[in-house]
């Protein structure tokens, strides 16, 4: 076909109303040496999108002259999709206009008007409305594509918008997968290093030159791509079709890059442009890369291809998971699922490939990048910047060795600090160090592994007495961690309860370094967190939630603060600063400003990045604090959603409390059903009877009356009166610390009204009877952390204010009330640790509760259990024993909490203390029937240390010889050992069980709640000693079995005849999907917590 000497040149400008790059785009395009022939600019604005500035595009092109140099027609195609759709239909509205236009003329004139085509000869040269041109782009662009008639696509060399000396793009390289690579480095300046460029395997679209016959044959790019991805789809088609795709490096284009950069506004809102970011658009061009590669793979790799994506999309979602990159993440599921759901498009796209090729597609690999090379390239240049970094941020030697000081400094006495700790744990716990295992106040011994430990917190039915329908208190499923170690739950309570006050002191000590950079500070929080009443009272009560939540608590309330990248950091000034010259010079140099020192070695810096990983690590902080105490679940969700709706951060920090209510799911679900609040003012473990103190000395950091002498007990408030002074003046800093004081002194008057509240709501009944009202703990924990955080924060610093200050009476007052809360807070250990041994409660456990004969019915597939009667001043006291004596896995805040709001005992309770009257009064019959039905295979009268009780123990004991089927066994360190036997035989008693089959009252067979059962001869009852619920199901070979109605036990109706597999289960509806829930929650919160670093996207 024969080419004119001035070819037909067609620009068309797509642009989304009158953008802040418009008017350079066509400026340039006035400035052309060679005018294009026409000009159509395509606006696709409609509401939604960019509105731009709001500019008329036809007064612009007016202004700019451009309307001198060329026709030009600006055309309204709104419901154009991307810049492929937006060209065609820029195309077809332009000769339509062109044609009413030639209508017109020939009306007016009687001239007929030449036929045009849009097949005719003549380019089509294609721009972004951020693609400005050189002024001899078109030029050398026509120049390159008129030299040959196999050309159809001339590509321009792409450089910087703002610094256009910049290198970006000179034809597009990628690999057969369509990955896209630059040779060129970042902030790479044109020297014409790449000017050597002809044949490439694609360009971008924006400045490009196309053939107008070419784009009419083949269509265009893709319909369903744009903006990214449809210059290679485009260019690769053209090839197939037997045509040539060349760059020109001399025609150039400065490209914003806009959409690549995510500098596209959308709405009317915006009232500023957003900061680049590339990872706002990694989605769409994940996704137009993925596209690309299912067009282009041959047609027998395809299904392979497909079930890799299928399996590489989450793979790579989750390694973008692992590194903190949530957007990416989002995009690498969303770009998968894209292709993935529309095989319509990229089947269409492969048609459209096959029907106009002339060539091979394979042809086209030697113009592919290999893949291996651009990951050498790509390791080659994190190398370099890798390098660049270090050089930039390596500090001198003097730097280096000021920083050596520092962390010296900071290691002696952050070990000083914890040796001290060490030092009055063991003053404390001397006695109780080679002990098993420790009880007394809120602990009991329990030798239970993982495997049941696990069981027990995964159940929902607490195995407590007669058992009773609940989840297991959420700090069990904490304790379990580290059972998987091989310790027992008594081992873990032991060493927590030994290491607790080292352990508290390194977690204020660390976590104060968030607030401040000073050792001394720092040593002053660790000394009045781990060597205050609140320690004392914790510890020395046997307090287990509580103890794990003051070890957790700076912990979460550290790493939230990091989460948001509010934290002190370590400077260390350059030697330059403050440097003078010694003498003067004879010269007529002006005098250089001399940079005054700043005294303290600690930035407080702007809010840095939000931290994920922080934020993860908070989350399960947070979630092991709740654990220990439910008050602090409350009232830490409520500040942290708070905290959500004021943050500039809140896509960060929305996710900390979640692992804890996770966790707390089906307890709170109980809780709500049953109307138990009560409950949310419990604490895990034994109930402890605690005496309420007065507000002011709540403030002072005393939770609850320990009953000490004087001076002891006012000694002990000292600590709280030094943190209470320095957060008093603290508040009294400037703007630059005002903020973090007040958020301080917020947390901490909100701990003190849970303090106040908390013991006035009665929450559970102790072993004997008493009333044990919420512990005032939980909230002075929250309260001490608040004074804390605004004392540390206002502290922070004071030196450099002072020495911007003449000596004065700031001065003098500074440096008293230094000295004094030094004094206090250095007097906390002593005066705690000659407090701790009049307040302890917590002493060594037996070796054994009950004897071997206990422990082996209990072991057994029967799981028979222990009936332990302990005369009382009041009377008798009848408690049921599943294990070795009281265990802690079986306490629970939710069934203490629930007796207290049912004012009276349940008919399960009533039955067994009318049991124990009986066999207390003896020569009773039927009594070893009803022990029976509880699966009480054994009777034990504990020995009693109170004399006063003694005669009263050894009437029970008499009395219990007397009792029909009851049996005196032995009396050993356990005590006096009785054996329930049946009444016909003188066997023992393997009919005690957990599950018996009975006819008409007769025991028939025992069995273990899985077990095989023999046919029977008539009618039978399958009686489980457990609380009727409905949610107990029981199986025969898979069969559901009828329940039938019992006084308290649940009961169910078996049919003459069968027998087979019996299995009983408890299982009510939506537990296993909590179960799912915290397993999936958690997991996320640790892969999110893991300190993976994420990469800097290359390329």
Known sequence: MARTAQPETTAVVVTCGATPYLKRTLHGLAQQTHAPTRVVIVNIWRSGRDVGTGDDIQSIVTGLGLDQ?????????????????????????????????????????????????????????????????????LERLLKTGESGPSIAVVGSKQRGWENEAQLLEVGIHATASARRFDPMDDDEIDQGQYDHLDDVLAVGLAGALVRRDVWSTTGGPDPALGPFGDGLEFSRRVRIAGYRVVVEPTAIIYHARASYLGLRTFGHGRSESPHPDVARSYGARRKAQLYN????????????????????????????????????????????????????????????????????????????????????????????????????????????????????????????????????????????????????????????????????ALSAWIPQGAGHAGPADPLFTVLALPLVFGMSLSAVVKWTMLLAVPLIALSAWFAAGVATRSTALRAFAAAVWAAGPLTLTAVGEGRLGAVIALIAAPAALALTARALGLYRRDHVLSGLVGARRAHPLDDDDDEAVILEPVPPPALPIEPRRPSLGAAALASLAFAVVAAGSPALLVVGTALLLILTVVSRHRATVWFIPIPALVLYGPWLQSVITENNWRALLAAPGVPIESNPVEPWQNLLGLPSAVGLEWPLNELLLVPGAALLVAALAALLRGTGRARAVRVGWAIAVLGLALAIVAPQVTVAHTADGLAAQG???????????????AALSGADGVQGVLANHSFGVRHIATAALTVVVALCAASAPVVWSLAFGHHSQVHEARAAMTP????????????????????????????????????????????????????????????????????????????AEELASFAIGVVLVPHETDASLRAARDELIAALSTVPSVVLVTENDSGAVFRVISDDTDSPAADVARVQLLNDGQLLSSHGMNSELEPLQGSATLRLAERANPNWVATLDG?????????????????????????????????????????????????????????????
Request: charged residues 25%; hydrophobic residues 45%.
């Open 69 to 137: 140099r060329c026709r030009v027609r600006v055309l309204a195609a709104p419901d154009s999709t991307n810049f492929g759709d937006a060209v065609r239909r820029g195309l077809e509205l332009n000769t339509a206009a062109q044609q009413r236009a030639d209508k017109l003329h020939e009306t007016r004139t009687g001239e007929i008007p030449v036929i045009r085509s849009d097949t005719s000869p003549g380019w089509l040269w294609l721009l972004h409305d951020d693609s400005a041109p050189d002024p001899e782009a």
């Open 775 to 789: 512990w005032g703990g939980h909230g002075v924990t929250l309260m001490t952390l608040g004074l804390l955080m």
């Open 293 to 456: 590669w299912v067009v282009a793979t041959p047609a027998w790799k395809l299904p392979l291809l497909l079930l890799y994506l299928v399996v590489l999309t989450p793979a790579r979602a989750l390694a973008r998971f692992v590194g903190k990159d949530m957007q990416r993440a989002r995009a690498e599921l969303s770009a998968g699922a894209a292709v993935l759901s529309r095989p319509d498009l990229w089947l269409a796209a492969r048609r459209r490939t096959r029907a106009g090729a002339r060539i091979s597609p394979a042809q086209l690999a030697i113009l592919a990048t290999d893949s291996a090379e651009i990951r050498a390239a790509r390791r080659e240049r994190r190398r370099s910047e890798a390098e660049v970094r270090r050089t930039k941020s390596m500090p001198s030697e003097l730097e280096m060795r000021e920083m050596a000081e520092l962390m010296a400094r900071r290691r002696y006495v952050g070990a000083a600090v914890g040796f001290g700790a060490l030092a009055l744990a063991a003053i404390a716990f001397y006695r109780v160090f080679n002990a098993a295992a420790l009880t007394g106040g809120g602990v009991l011994p329990d030798a239970a592994r993982f495997g049941s430990l696990w069981q027990t």
């Open 1039 to 1099: 069969v559901r079995l009828a329940r039938h109605a019992g006084e308290w036990a649940q009961e169910y109706a078996m049919p003459a005849g069968d027998g087979g597999s019996l299995e009983i289960s408890y299982a009510p509806p939506f537990h296993s999907w909590w179960h799912w829930a915290q397993a999936i929650v958690f997991t996320l919160a640790v892969i999110l917590a893991l300190p993976v670093r994420r990469r800097k996207e290359v390329g």
């Open 852 to 927: 071997a004969l206990s422990r082996q019915l209990a072991d057994a597939p029967t799981e028979a259990r222990t009936l332990a009667l302990i005369p009382t001043e009041d009377g008798l006291r009848a408690e049921v024993w599943r294990g070795d004596g009281p265990q802690l896995s079986e306490t629970s805040m939710l069934v203490a909490a629930r007796a207290v709001r049912q004012g009276s005992a349940d008919v399960a309770d009533e039955l067994l203390s009318q049991v124990a009257a009986a066999a207390a009064v003896g020569g009773q019959d039927g009594v």
